[in-house]
């Protein structure tokens, strides 16, 4: 029977620092009679992504920033359990942008389909998804990194660096080190195949990079800034390049926090920090899907996840990844089942 209303987490108060519990509401809205082209998708599984802690901010981004007492979103996969689309059948499974909720109705062009048989579905919000192809962007085309180099990776546990630094030694870099905050962490990370992984809360990141690579690095991809960031361009030898992804280690913060101090050795070491962002690199999607597809078939790209149960749980998952408390991709299981 096609459902009459829906839940869905709402922002309900813009976060100060860390969000809390009472910054999300969990409501439940009518859901509209389709129109012509337009389908209605039961979500199976939601993803919670650091970048979404920057739209819960009202200033002005690369992407429109969430509204108050309205339902959040975010990559989702569902399955069509109606449709008034002739490109889309009841029964498909698809990707999506409208997390945040148990059913979304939109227009068929904003659903994209996947095959439930090539791959777990959680795979297409993590290796196979977004989270992928930010890897797979940002370390070979944005930092252009080649064969021989040496690279260093933050956050190297979480959805994005744990694939930063496989994609590397599948690449041909020389060496890999990877930052993480803990020591399971850390050894979950070398378990990856990394050659080299400390944890950041334990000594200055400075000094334990220029323990793993007393030679330098040639390739840094940033996803936490700060010490990082700044332990880094300190590293980094002539020439060296740095895929600027994300900082979580601001993102909760009041106070805008202080720039790297030694920012001015990329003068002289000719470095380049370039800021990306993955949807500029749609032109990649069919090499990625190639390359990653065939390491998957191959035994030889590793992917974790952290599973966190029901829709009214989404917020603590979200607060949750903020705070490390994840191993891979965080997702949020709506439905157990499919119709």
């Known amino acids: 029977m096609t459902p009459r209303s829906s839940r869905e987490v709402q922002l309900a108060s813009r976060p100060q620092g860390l969000p809390t519990p009472q910054d999300f509401a ?10 012509d082209g337009q389908v209605l998708v039961r979500n199976l599984l939601m993803s919670v992504d650091p970048y979404m802690r920057g739209r819960m901010n009202d200033v002005p981004s690369y992407v429109p920033p969430f509204q108050l007492d309205q339902a959040l979103e975010g990559g989702a996969v569902g399955e069509v359990i109606e449709s008034r689309s002739d490109s889309m059948s009841i029964g498909d499974i698809v990707l999506h942008g ?15 389909r996947v095959d439930p048989a090539a ?45 930063v630094g496989q994609i590397a030694k599948l690449k041909g870099a020389s060496r890999v080190i990877g930052s993480a905050g803990s020591a399971a962490k850390v050894e979950h990370v070398l378990g990856l195949g990394f050659d080299a992984a400390f944890d950041y809360k334990q000594e200055p990141v400075r000094r334990q990079l220029r323990d793993a690579a007393p030679d330098g690095i040639d390739v840094y991809f940033d996803n936490v800034g700060g ?9 980094l030898r002539l020439h060296g390049r740095v895929a600027l992804c994300g900082a979580i280690s601001a993102y909760n913060e009041t106070q805008a926090p202080p720039g790297p101090r030694n920012l001015a ?37 590793r992917w974790e996840q952290t599973t966190v149960q029901g829709l009214e749980n989404a917020p603590a998952a979200f607060i ?7 191993t891979g991709k965080m997702i949020v299981e709506l439905a157990g089942e499919r119709l």
């Open 265 to 301: 050795l990329a003068i002289g070491r000719r470095l380049t920090l370039r800021g990306f962002i993955v949807n500029d690199h749609n032109h990649l999607r069919g090499v990625f899907t190639e390359d990653v597809g065939g390491w998957l078939r191959e035994g030889r790209l």
């Open 320 to 326: 949750g990844l903020l705070q490390g408390e994840n």
């Open 227 to 235: 010490d990082h960031l700044e332990a880094a361009i300190g590293s």
């Open 98 to 112: 409208l997390g945040w909720r148990d059913f979304a109705v939109g227009a068929a062009g904003g659903f994209r």
């Open 119 to 163: 791959a777990p579905l959680s795979a297409y919000l993590g290796v196979l998804g977004m989270p992928g192809l930010t890897a797979y962007a940002g370390l070979l085309e944005v930092a252009a990194m080649k064969e021989g180099d040496v690279v260093f990776v933050s956050g190297a546990a979480g959805a994005v660096g744990s694939l």
């Open 26 to 35: 969990l409501v439940e809205r009518p859901l509209p009679d389709l129109d």
